[in-house]
T-cell receptor, first 118, second 112 residues
Framework: DTGVSQDPRHKITKRGQNVTFRCDPISEHNRLYWYRQTLGQGPEFLTYFQNEAQLEKSRLLSDRFSAERPKGSFSTLEIQRTEQGDSAMYLC????????????????FGQGTRLTVV | LAKTTQPISMDSYEGQEVNITCSHNNIATNDYITWYQQFPSQGPRFIIQGYKTKVTNEVASLFIPADRKSSTLSLPRVSLSDTAVYYCLVGALTGGGNKLTFGTGTQLKVEL
């Protein structure tokens, strides 16, 4: 296991279709994050899991978006009824949480899934 | 989370030292300062993290003054391959706990 893996790397879909992305984190990492990035902008936080529990969701995550992390391993991000505004790079990251006062540990990002909605 | 302000872009030449400064006036006591690098069509990559004073690793140094209201990422002797976007982030347990909050970053362009 050499890093965070995301599948597929690219996805083109028609407006109104559903899409699902998969993220396989680094195996010992208990924390997993999803981000969305559009051209010229920094990544925007979508949601965060600690093990299998989804602990935080951004207001950006509308009802059409859902994420799961069954068994605290891989995660999926599903977008229902896609819209052209959903076109973006979807990034997954994982990290090992140690808790304060040990400070942060680095988050490792995958290469992302580029979604194009036509 | 503390908001950060950094230059939109910087230009440099190969072999020079590059310093990118980030302002974070509202940094909280528990906040760490972390820098990430991102190449086109790739996810961000961790560069360095610090809490106060100076931190150095094999790729960069991070200078943090006593008031912690700013920080400077120093890249020694940059090369063309250092052309990327650099993000400054502040937050409690950054990278290991809470969500990461990215700004628009600094686009560094290195030329021959």
């Amino acid at each position: 296991d050499t890093g965070v893996s995301q599948d597929p790397r690219h996805k083109i879909t028609k407006r109104g279709q559903n899409v699902t992305f998969r993220c396989d984190p680094i195996s010992e990492h208990n924390r997993l994050y999803w981000y969305r990035q559009t051209l010229g902008q920094g990544p925007e936080f979508l949601t965060y899991f600690q093990n299998e529990a989804q602990l935080e969701k951004s207001r950006l995550l509308s009802d059409r978006f859902s994420a799961e992390r069954p068994k605290g391993s891989f995660s999926t991000l599903e977008i229902q009824r896609t819209e052209q505004g959903d076109s973006a790079m979807y990034l997954c990251a994982s990290s090992l949480g140690r808790g304060f006062p040990f400070g942060g540990t680095e988050a490792f990002f995958g290469q992302g899934t580029r979604l194009t909605v036509v | 989370l503390a908001k950060t302000t950094q230059p939109i872009s910087m230009d440099s030449y190969e072999g020079q030292e590059v310093n990118i400064t980030c302002s974070h006036n509202n940094i909280a006591t528990n906040d760490y300062i972390t820098w990430y690098q991102q190449f086109p069509s790739q996810g961000p990559r961790f560069i360095i993290q610090g809490y106060k004073t100076k931190v150095t690793n094999e790729v960069a140094s991070l200078f943090i003054p006593a008031d912690r209201k700013s920080s400077t990422l120093s890249l020694p002797r940059v090369s063309l391959s250092d052309t990327a976007v650099y993000y400054c982030l502040v937050g409690a347990l950054t990278g290991g706990g809470n969500k990461l909050t990215f700004g628009t970053g600094t686009q560094l362009k290195v030329e021959l």
